[in-house]
């Protein structure tokens, strides 16, 4: 959980700030995994925070929000144009890629358990 809290406070992901009037804060929780190695033993223990998204009301709390992802036909289309052509293949990962977009919208959401910096604040 604190390398989860520490990347997401690297990246300048939020600010704490009061909650504005009328405003309504999106609880949030701890998602955890186990990432198992190619050997089958425990490699290590994960932590993802996630937002209660389904809380929110469309229209009121939130309007078109998306990720962009490419869709499983538009993947295998291009492998197999990389196959017919010969083209060399990369393959690379971008840790926490859905930091680094950009969001349009103020949302609000409470502080996570545990790591509470100022009380008030969200």
Not at 21 to 29: I, S, T, Y
Request: proline share 6%; with cysteine.
């Amino acid at each position: 959980m604190i390398a989860e809290m520490q990347a997401l406070e690297h990246s300048g992901t939020w600010e704490l700030v009061p909650l504005p009037h009328g405003k309504r804060p999106v609880g949030c929780r701890w998602v955890y995994a186990i990432k198992v190695g190619p050997d089958g033993i425990v490699d290590r223990l994960k932590a993802k925070l996630v937002a209660e998204g389904y809380t929110q009301i469309y229209g009121l709390d939130f309007s078109d929000i998306f990720s962009l992802v490419a869709k499983i036909p538009t993947v295998r289309l291009f492998l197999v144009m990389a196959a017919i052509r010969h083209w060399p293949l990369h393959q690379l990962d971008i840790k926490n890629v859905f930091l680094h977009g950009d969001l349009d919208e103020e949302i609000y959401m409470e502080q996570p358990l545990g790591f509470v910096a100022r009380g008030s604040l969200v």
